[in-house]
């Protein structure tokens, strides 16, 4: 359906001049991200991904990795090699919203750096477990070197926009025509 419906796939390089520098984007831009690290997302999704030209972004859970059905690093360095983002989902998938400093830092630095490990790149995105995030945190976040991250189809802080980009979920069970609804109805 994106292909067919003329969508370009971006990623979050893209997406940050944008926002920041008003920098252009193609036209119908789409960028499409894959939570978790499940294994599936690179013996399915990616090889989807290439035959229609689009890259994507894949926020991976660190603690997860190499577990069963997960992605295994050689798989997360692969999709990196390939030009897809691999991105922060944190160490242990926790709801950040209520951790202290400390606890905040390991769920974010470990994870980034691990992920840098693999893939010999900086990690500058991350997604939210569950979407969830607290005020307090995102100023933390950007001092972390973190430059955006995302969250679900939730409210936006008007302070942070950067730090909270919406994102809407494709629950698995979408028809096409669901999708293409859910992107219209979600981002007018
Ligand atoms: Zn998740």
Known sequence: MLSDSGYHSILPDELYDYLTLDRKLPEKPVMISFDDGYREQFTIAAPLLKKYGFKGVFFVTTDAIGGRRMLKKKHIRNLSDQGHIIANHTF???NLAN????ALRIQVIRSAKKLKEITGKEVK???YPYGIYSENILLKLKEMGIRAAFILSTKRSAKYPLYTIRRIIDPGNYTAKNLYHSIHKSFK
């Open 99 to 102: 951790l202290s400093d400390s």
């Open 92 to 94: 242990q998938h926790l």
């Open 125 to 127: 995105y991350l997604a």
